[in-house]
T-cell receptor, first 114, second 112 residues
């Protein structure tokens, strides 16, 4: 069984640029959630995708957007990057959406904004 | 953003000792999850709890879902050096769209 994979591993961007992060869900999982983890903090929920639709969103501005593809993989796009966007971005997949589902995380993408 | 209250923030223990950490929330949760995160890695799921009062073990790890549904604890027995890492609790409420709310983590250090 293939686990959750993310690319790239590391990324350096400058303020104002745009970035796209990618996630492949674990085999058999149809739901993808994205989290932002600042240094020394717990992950913060950005949004979740189920059946290619956004299924819930955390307290993040619209410049954070996403997509889910028919094969359940997903992208996170961030426009107009700010210094505070520097963080570890985690993708988690699950079998189904909502509560009572276990979310399995990928290794993350470390984004640095200069 | 919203977070759970997780304590202690850090622990320094001797190999072989038992460890206990807990999480509390002002909100009721339907699911409690415990994760471990190593430096530069994503969180790894250790234990999932689905019912108030539930006590679940995974090897040397034991976790409980509090009766009030507002708290959970994780115990590690006979700690070993590879237990080093950051442990996170996470809760899921109803009507939350699958959102996991995380604690701030407990950093565990084990002295051989």
């Amino acid at each position: 069984e293939t686990g959750v994979t993310q690319s790239p591993t590391h990324l350096i961007k400058t303020r104002g640029q745009q970035v796209t992060l990618r996630c492949s869900s674990q085999s058999g999982h149809n739901t993808v959630s994205w989290y932002q983890q600042a240094l020394g903090q717990g992950p913060q929920f950005i949004f979740q995708y189920y059946r290619e639709e956004e299924n819930g969103r955390g307290n993040f501005p619209p410049r954070f957007s996403g997509l889910q593809f028919p094969n359940y993989s997903s992208e996170l796009n961030v426009n107009a990057l700010e210094l505070d966007d520097s963080a570890l971005y985690l993708c988690a997949s699950s079998r189904g959406q909502g509560t009572y589902t276990e979310q399995f995380f990928g290794p993350g993408t470390r984004l640095t904004v200069l | 953003g919203q977070q759970l209250n997780q304590s202690p923030q850090s622990m320094f223990i001797q190999e072989g000792e038992d460890v206990s950490m807990n999480c509390t929330s002002s909100s009721i949760f339907n699911t409690w999850l415990w994760y471990k995160q190593d430096p530069g890695e994503g969180p790894v799921l250790l234990i999932a709890l689905y019912k108030a009062g539930e006590l679940t073990s995974n090897g040397r790890l034991t976790a409980q879902f509090g009766i009030t549904r507002k708290d959970s604890f994780l115990n590690i027995s006979a700690s070993i050096p590879s237990d080093v890492g950051i442990y996170f609790c996470a809760g899921q409420g109803s009507n939350q769209g699958g959102k996991l709310i995380f604690g701030q983590g407990t950093e565990l250090s084990v002295k051989p």
